[in-house]
Nanobody, 124 residues
Framework: QVQLVESGGGLVQAGGSLRLSCAAPGRTFRSYALGWFRQAPGKEREFVAAVNWSGGTTYYADAVKGRFTISSDNARTTVYLQMNSLKPEDTAVYYC?????????????????WGQGTQVNVSA
């Protein structure tokens, strides 16, 4: 069983930065592709970023391009979402997700494993 645990959320002022972490203790993400999604109150869960480890290919939603970066440690035990120049509209619960297919996707239903979510609040 793959257990994903997010951390790093919190309250930050607009223009500030946060780094979210997603880990599967005792496991590696090497065989999985990973994505980040977010869900604001009253809205659908939306794609944020994804990565294919093997090819090093990354994907970003238009709303976060140039501001957010998805990455991992060398052992592929932790995936990060570095969020810079945060805006109030970035406020949401952020979820990491993994797919055993190993192929990154922007589609929520493609992911088999999900974390519990971490709250990000960006004040004006």
């Amino acid at each position: 069983q793959v257990q994903l645990v997010e951390s790093g959320g919190g309250l930050v002022q607009a223009g500030g930065s946060l780094r979210l972490s997603c880990a599967a203790p005792g496991r590696t993400f090497r065989s999985y592709a990973l994505g980040w999604f977010r869900q604001a109150p009253g809205k659908e869960r939306e794609f944020v970023a994804a990565v294919n480890w093997s090819g090093g290919t990354t994907y970003y939603a238009d709303a976060v391009k140039g501001r957010f970066t998805i990455s991992s440690d060398n052992a592929r035990t932790t995936v990060y979402l570095q969020m810079n120049s945060l805006k109030p509209e970035d406020t949401a619960v952020y979820y990491c997700a993994a797919t055993a297919s190993g192929t990154a996707s922007i589609v929520r239903s493609s992911y088999n494993f999900w974390g519990q979510g971490t709250q990000v609040n960006v004040s004006a």
